[in-house]
Nanobody, 119 residues
Framework: QVQLVESGGGLVQAGGSLRLSCAAS????????MGWARQAPGKEREFVEA????????YYADSVKGRFTISREAAKNAVYLQMNGLKPDDTAVYYC????????????WGRGTQVTVSS
């Protein structure tokens, strides 16, 4: 199990952008598939995006396709979520996670970072 810490959340107006970062510990970070999920108040946690161990393969939820982009930098033990064209429905706590079963089988989680999109 790796330790994951999310950052970069905040308050933004509809149509704005944010970039979330996930710092992961461990020398073997580059061997893990990684992903992002989110959870809004009163709702279940849902899959957002995933990237495989090499960074060459990605998977997107329909709700964010064309707006959100996942990427990773193994040398920095970091995973990113670039969010453009944000909508109020994107308001949620966003979590970085290790993926045990591609593409949406999540394992270890961080504590999350809050994203609030105002209308």
């Amino acid at each position: 199990q790796v330790q994951l810490v999310e950052s970069g959340g905040g308050l933004v107006q509809a149509g704005g952008s944010l970039r979330l970062s996930c710092a992961a510990s461990g020398r073997t970070f580059s061997t893990y598939a990684m992903g992002w999920a989110r959870q809004a108040p009163g709702k279940e946690r849902e899959f957002v995006e995933a990237v495989n161990w090499s960074g060459a393969n990605t998977y997107y939820a329909d709700s964010v396709k064309g707006r959100f982009t996942i990427s990773r930098e193994a040398a920095k033990n970091a995973v990113y979520l670039q969010m453009n064209g944000l909508k109020p429905d994107d308001t949620a706590v966003y979590y970085c996670a290790v993926i045990n079963n591609w593409p949406d089988g999540f394992g270890s989680w961080g504590r999350g970072t809050q994203v609030t999109v105002s209308s």
